[in-house]
């Protein structure tokens, strides 16, 4: 599957100010049919970025073996020509749906040929098609979209003779690995110090970790719901988020001594 964004993007109007932002066009192609998908965001920021390969991976119903993308900068942390590395957070939507990402190499668009040209046909069978249109939400925009995107796919393509879901059904979703339980969810990644109460700060709050951990630095993992912490790659604690800001969050078993002693 490659995947890349669009180089042109659709107004998103405030209804209550009247400014218009644009909005980034994710496409994401399967390479022997050309089966399209097509998703906008308010940004190509890492959680859109994530969130558009899990749709797209949803969209068709599995896995392929491999994901070619571009060189985003919220995706790849370090864009060299022989070994790129990810940024932690795609690393693990990657090994969550067991599949390889292989970004291309700076400005060499021939490397993911086929999306550049599924570019262009969003852009001019969809993009061209809503140019009349006014959006309020992005949500609305991605409705149309999808509706226009059912018909691109659908359409028989003159040279093949077939459609890009036929050709998509026959060759290419036999050959896709399964979907896992669960979507990816989204996470982040941050270095802490374990303070002196062998506890570390994150967003504001304060959250435990075992003891023989004081001085040290850790790795936290920031869900939605829940703090994961790791130390050489080996989780030693895990909290649920705090919703208020400030405040401590403790797991007794962590505790050098019980809390009472601690508080006498």
């Known amino acids: 599957m490659q995947t890349d964004y669009a180089g042109h993007t659709i107004p998103i109007i405030d209804s209550g100010t009247g400014r218009a932002h644009g909005a980034q066009i994710f496409v994401a192609v399967l390479g022997a049919s050309n089966y399209t998908f097509a998703w906008t965001s308010l940004s190509q920021r890492l959680p859109d970025w994530i969130e558009a390969q ?14 070619v993308c571009d060189n985003l900068k919220a995706a790849v942390a370090k864009p060299l020509w022989f070994e790129p590395s990810l940024t932690r957070t795609f690393s693990d939507m990657a090994m969550h749906y067991d599949t390889t990402v292989l970004p291309t190499r700076p400005r060499k668009p021939r490397h993911k040929g086929k999306v550049e040209g599924a570019v262009l046909i969003v852009e001019r069978w969809i ?28 359409r028989i393509m003159r040279r093949v003779g077939r459609s890009r879901r036929e050709l998509f059904e026959e060759i290419e979703r036999p050959a896709l690995g399964s979907l896992p339980d669960t979507p990816f969810e989204y996470a982040v990644w941050k270095r802490a110090k374990v303070h002196p109460d062998y506890h570390i700060e994150v967003l504001h709050g304060f959250y435990s970790v075992p003891h023989r951990l004081i001085g040290r630095q850790v790795e936290v993992r920031l869900t939605h719901r829940m703090i994961e912490i790791f130390h050489n790659h080996e989780p030693v604690a895990v909290h649920h988020r705090r919703r208020q800001r400030g405040g401590h969050t403790t797991i007794r078993e962590l505790c050098p001594r019980p809390i009472s002693a601690m508080a006498a």
């Open 54 to 67: 899990v749709r797209a991976l949803k969209f068709r119903g599995g896995v392929p073996k491999a994901i």
């Open 127 to 154: 993009l061209a098609r809503l140019r009349n249109r006014q959006f309020f939400s992005i949500e609305a925009l991605n409705v149309a979209i999808a509706e226009l995107l059912d018909e691109l796919n659908g």
